[in-house]
């Protein structure tokens, strides 16, 4: 149905369904309490040789609601221009995911954005990867964002493939398993023990429906919340869904310590 210029369809859907709706297909994954969780889970990775890249990871869980799947096969020219600027949206390639479908990822929230450029910075500084005539940043485009940490050096991730079943039949998705359990572990260790590679996704959607965000921005920032047809051609304002994360996170330090 048309809408007369400059009038915005009304959602009428309750923001909360989506959430709900999103806990129900992800049951094992719990959802942070407090941006206070949050703190001390960012100030636990902020440690060791791997700080960097580990702080820049739980962003992107948190801040672009990545799988943690997804996210360990992003390379530096999804995030990054080949004249070096890190990007605002980037996209999320379909065979990244493990629904085998493309999709926009937001890389707008301001710590998430500093993590980033912290974690090239330490990868120039200990020469992974880099390009041969400076541009992404100064890495190779075709590596991949992030690294596994093997003595004194950064290599390639591992991944191993997992199959399951769906109603189109059999499927198959890469799985990077040494990022699971590490960020498993890690929310365990900071109390959070419903934690798994998925609650960033979750706990993010949970706190923006709970902050009274609009429908339709908490659907851009997900992807597929929602199994409506209709809900694939919402175009909402980007710009809403950058003010709505950084007013979420606001209170978050970028390390989860004051620096």
């Given at each position: 149905?048309?809408?007369?210029?400059?009038?915005?369809?009304?959602?009428?859907?309750?923001?909360?369904?989506?959430?709900?709706?999103?806990?129900?297909?992800?049951?094992?994954?719990?959802?942070?309490?407090?941006?206070?969780?949050?703190?001390?889970?960012?100030?636990?990775?902020?440690?060791?040789?791997?700080?960097?890249?580990?702080?820049?990871?739980?962003?992107?869980?948190?801040?672009?609601?990545?799988?943690?799947?997804?996210?360990?096969?992003?390379?530096?020219?999804?995030?990054?221009?080949?004249?070096?600027?890190?990007?605002?949206?980037?996209?999320?390639?379909?065979?990244?995911?493990?629904?085998?479908?493309?999709?926009?990822?937001?890389?707008?929230?301001?710590?998430?954005?500093?993590?980033?450029?912290?974690?090239?910075?330490?990868?120039?500084?200990?020469?992974?990867?880099?390009?041969?005539?400076?541009?992404?940043?100064?890495?190779?485009?075709?590596?991949?964002?992030?690294?596994?940490?093997?003595?004194?050096?950064?290599?390639?991730?591992?991944?191993n493939v997992k199959k399951y079943q769906t109603q189109d039949g059999q499927k198959e998705t890469l799985v990077c398993s040494s990022m699971e359990n590490y960020v498993r572990n890690l929310f365990k260790s900071c109390g959070f023990k419903q934690g798994s590679s998925h609650s960033g996704r979750k706990s993010t959607a949970s706190l923006l429906s709970d902050a009274g965000?609009?429908?339709?921005?908490?659907?851009?920032?997900?992807?597929?919340?929602?199994?409506?047809?209709?809900?694939?051609?919402?175009?909402?304002?980007?710009?809403?869904?950058?003010?709505?994360?950084?007013?979420?996170?606001?209170?978050?330090?970028?390390?989860?310590?004051?620096?």
């Open positions: 149905m048309p809408f007369e210029k400059g009038h915005k369809p009304v959602r009428r859907r309750p923001v909360s369904d989506a959430v709900k709706r999103l806990e129900a297909s992800r049951k094992g994954a719990g959802k942070i309490e407090s941006k206070a969780q949050l703190k001390h889970i960012l100030a636990n990775a902020n440690r060791g040789e791997t700080a960097e890249r580990n702080v820049a990871l739980i962003w992107f869980l948190f801040g672009s609601l990545t799988r943690i799947g997804e996210t360990c096969q992003l390379l530096v020219k999804d995030v990054f221009t080949k004249s070096g600027e890190l990007k605002s949206i980037f996209r999320m390639r379909a065979d990244y995911t493990k629904t085998n479908q493309s999709r926009d990822c937001a890389l707008v929230l301001k710590q998430q954005r500093q993590a980033v450029l912290r974690w090239r910075d330490k990868r120039i500084a200990d020469k992974a990867m880099l390009s041969v005539d400076g541009s992404y940043g100064g890495l190779n485009g075709d590596s991949p964002l992030f690294l596994a940490r093997s003595g004194k050096r950064w290599v390639t991730l591992s991944f965000v609009d429908y339709d921005v908490i659907q851009m920032a997900i992807g597929h919340v929602s199994d409506d047809m209709t809900d694939t051609y919402i175009i909402p304002d980007p710009q809403r869904l950058t003010d709505a994360l950084n007013n979420l996170y606001k209170s978050v330090p970028p390390l989860g310590i004051k620096e």
